[in-house]
């Protein structure tokens, strides 16, 4: 209950649009945790005995028929999630998420599996395969490469499992494939247009005299990218400064670098450009909170100071990041609805259990996050 009370307490004093849950998902009455950490994911037995799927023989596609059977007890269907990398800061509060929405779902937690890719593809398609080979009753996907996702649906469908792709979108052409076929593949997250887009919002709605630092009738601002093949990395760097266009003010792009999502990458970056750029750079944008935490680091050590000489925002909304924004040390993140999405997805896989069928996609809206509502945040996310 707790998170359905706080997001309507957001909604009243929030100008952009809540998020009360992605789609048509329903379930908001979990209270998360902070990452436990990864002792409850195993791996899926190794990668050696990769076989190919042969047939549909040991995961028949649900039917009207198995309703009863599969609605009736979840406890034991077998559940396998593939995450990108466990050390994702974002991606973790994803699963922990994830798995105890499962449990209290009825899915017994030994038979929930999570693998980490390690962030290469070749071993988590090694853990799709072992999966397949377990027979386990749904597959949630966070793919390393979103360009693998084609060959991803392939090997599962053939394998008569049903997939809920997550956080890493597909491109479009896969996502009608799923739709002019009409297999039980789908994928659940957020426009990431929409968060590049609050990125730019706090930075103009500050307005230009207070942003235009050294008063050159320009916003000078560098970007530090997440991983590029990723298409929140992409959205976030194109809408973020298109905001600021959009309200009518000019930039100046001093530098674009890719920080690969990680804090340290981060840190290494803004840490260069201050160097070469020194007081020139009134703005950092950065895809996500992890990389603005390292920009944060590198702002401190070069004597700037966030809100009086320099203006700094992020995406996730993590812990952190929002105490930094209370504290004025960021100027702004945004929420990336980690309980709508990791409750959607449960909800998509557990109507794929009980062979009904779900969109292609299935969405969630983001949340605009200042010093004005950060504290409400930061008590529903902890
Ligand atoms: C998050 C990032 C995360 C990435 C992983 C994004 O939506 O904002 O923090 O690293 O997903 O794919």
């Given at each position: 209950m707790k998170k359905k009370v706080i997001s309507v307490m957001l909604a009243a004093t929030m100008v952009a649009a809540m998020a009360v849950g992605c789609g048509s998902s329903g379930g908001d009455d979990a209270t998360s945790d902070q990452p436990a950490g990864d002792e409850q994911t195993e791996e899926p037995s190794g990668d050696e005995q990769t076989e190919e799927p042969e047939g549909d023989e040991q995961t028949e596609e649900p039917t009207e028929g198995d309703d009863a059977a599969a609605g009736g007890d979840l406890a034991d269907k077998k559940v396998g999630v593939c995450i990108y990398q466990f050390s994702d800061n974002f991606m973790t509060l994803f699963r922990t998420e994830l798995e105890n929405y499962l449990v209290e779902q009825g899915f017994s937690k030994d038979n929930i599996t999570i693998a980490d890719g390690a962030n290469d593809q070749a071993t988590q398609s090694g853990q799709i395969d072992s999966f397949i080979a377990d027979g386990v009753d749904v597959l949630i996907i966070n793919p390393v490469n979103s360009s693998s996702a084609e060959t991803i649906t392939d090997k599962v469908v053939d394998a008569g499992i049903p997939l809920v792709y997550i956080n890493r979108e597909p491109e479009e052409a896969e996502e009608k494939r799923w739709e002019d076929n009409g297999w039980d593949v789908t994928y659940v997250g957020c426009d990431a247009r929409q968060s590049g887009t609050f990125q730019g919002e706090l930075i103009a709605d500050l307005g230009m005299d207070k942003v235009d630092l050294n008063g050159d009738g320009k916003i000078q601002?560098?970007?530090?990218?997440?991983?590029?093949?990723?298409?929140?990395?992409?959205?976030?760097?194109?809408?973020?400064?298109?905001?600021?266009?959009?309200?009518?003010?000019?930039?100046?792009?001093?530098?674009?670098?890719?920080?690969?999502?990680?804090?340290?990458?981060?840190?290494?970056?803004?840490?260069?450009?201050?160097?070469?750029h020194g007081n020139d750079i009134e703005v950092v944008f950065c895809n996500n909170d992890a990389m603005a935490l390292g920009a944060l680091q590198a702002i401190e050590s070069a004597g700037r100071t966030v809100g009086t000489d320099i203006f700094l925002v992020g995406v996730d909304a993590l812990s952190e990041a929002l105490e930094n924004v209370i504290s004025g040390k960021m100027t702004g993140t945004v929420f990336n609805d980690h309980f709508a999405q990791s409750h959607s997805a449960a909800d998509a896989a557990i109507k794929f259990v009980?062979?009904?069928?779900?969109?292609?996609?299935i969405g969630c809206d983001y949340v605009k996050v200042t010093a004005d509502n950060a504290q409400e945040v930061l008590d529903m996310v902890k």
């Open positions: 601002y560098i970007m530090v990218q997440g991983d590029p093949e990723n298409i929140d990395a992409q959205y976030r760097t194109e809408f973020s400064v298109k905001a600021l266009a959009d309200a009518g003010l000019e930039v100046e792009e001093l530098d674009n670098q890719v920080g690969n999502w990680q804090q340290d990458q981060a840190q290494q970056i803004v840490a260069n450009a201050l160097g070469q009980k062979g009904e069928k779900n969109d292609y996609y």
